[in-house]
């Protein structure tokens, strides 16, 4: 027997909105326990959502609210997409961004607030917190402020210098990229440029990634090799959270735990779950420990000492603005 606990959503209901949430207010760095996080965001129910960095409790992958990226895509992986009107996208998402300076060079950008560090530039802007410290040695830190270069700044060490973010700007973190130094010399006007693949994802104001896909149009389309998900990762059997959209367009949170011989569920078994749950599109969330699905103040899926802390979630939430509402 596999446990299988979830709660479905009908988004057509004019009282209920739903959107990403995550650990602090004014940063996207940090963790703690979903019903924590859900009740300071003043969420009636929720599911922990996209994968993050424990070491350093940042996220790693996307997430977008109110059109504005909190957290960049990366690694193409899979993502869910959706409007306040209740329509939703599932695929895979990537972004690009390129940063054009008035002499026509050309930078690409690497990733978008994403606590995954690559070789290259990263952009982070004032969602990712008023300040940003060097995740690796060696970093330069450009800040770009009203379309304009306004500081160089180069840090040996990770993590023991903090450098502003600008309200009206961002900042660029340049790792293993030195010789593009000179062409965003201080007083060099930038264009940025910015995309999504495929187009329709940036239509979206709400987006969540985690992955991998696991259900479209019905089909199992589970391929965690092509979304770069490590072996060990795709061979394991744990605890896991999903989202799907039902032929009925509900949307389902479904937490899956060990079965009755004690071992976890596989991706390809979780695929099997979501579509015998009815969903046409699914994706898998964040599992293991992070496993956690929420109502009201309860906890349904597990019991409150072995939940572990997450970076963000997907939160179901009372539009009390709706006309929908009765007032007394």
């Known amino acids: 027997l596999i446990p299988v606990t979830s709660l479905e959503i009908d988004p057509d209901e004019p009282v209920l909105d739903m959107r990403p949430i995550w650990a602090q207010p004014t940063t996207i760095e940090g963790i703690q326990p979903l019903r924590t996080i859900a009740q300071q965001a003043q969420a009636i ?49 990537s972004l690009q961004e390129t940063l054009e300076t008035d002499s026509g060079t050309v930078v690409p950008l690497k990733h978008l607030n994403s606590g995954y560090v690559q070789a290259g530039v990263s952009r982070y802007t004032p969602s990712w917190g008023t300040s940003y410290s060097p995740l690796t040695d060696y970093e ?22 903090r450098v502003a973010i600008p309200a009206d700007g961002y900042i660029l973190a340049v790792r293993s990229y030195n010789s593009i130094l000179e062409s965003l010399a201080v007083g060099t006007q930038v264009h940025l440029n910015t995309a999504t693949t495929p187009e329709s994802f940036a239509t979206y104001p709400e987006i969540l990634g985690a992955g991998p896909l696991l259900l479209q149009n019905r089909q199992v389309v589970l391929n965690a090799q092509l979304e770069q998900f490590s072996d060990a990762f795709i061979q394991q059997k744990a605890s896991r959270s999903a989202i799907g959209l039902t032929d009925q367009d509900h949307i389902l949170l479904v937490t899956v735990h060990n079965q009755s011989d004690g071992s976890g569920v596989s991706l390809t078994q979780m695929a099997e779950i979501m579509r015998n749950l009815g969903t ?49």
């Open 280 to 328: 046409i599109d699914a994706l898998n969330l964040d599992g293991g420990s992070s496993t956690t699905l929420t109502l009201g103040s309860r906890l349904l899926n597990v019991n409150p000492e072995s939940v572990a802390r997450v970076n963000n979630g997907i939160g179901i939430f009372l539009n009390l603005d709706s006309e929908a509402v009765e007032t007394p």
């Open 140 to 161: 330069t830190i450009v800040t770009i402020q009203g379309d304009q270069v306004i500081q160089q700044q180069r840090f040996e060490h990770a993590g023991q210098n």
């Open 45 to 93: 129910a929720a599911i922990n959502g996209g994968f993050f960095n424990r070491n350093n409790q940042l996220p790693l992958g996307a997430i977008r609210h109110n059109g504005e990226w909190i957290s960049g895509p990366i690694l193409n992986r899979g993502a869910i997409a959706w409007t306040d009107d209740g329509e939703f996208q599932f695929g895979s998402l």
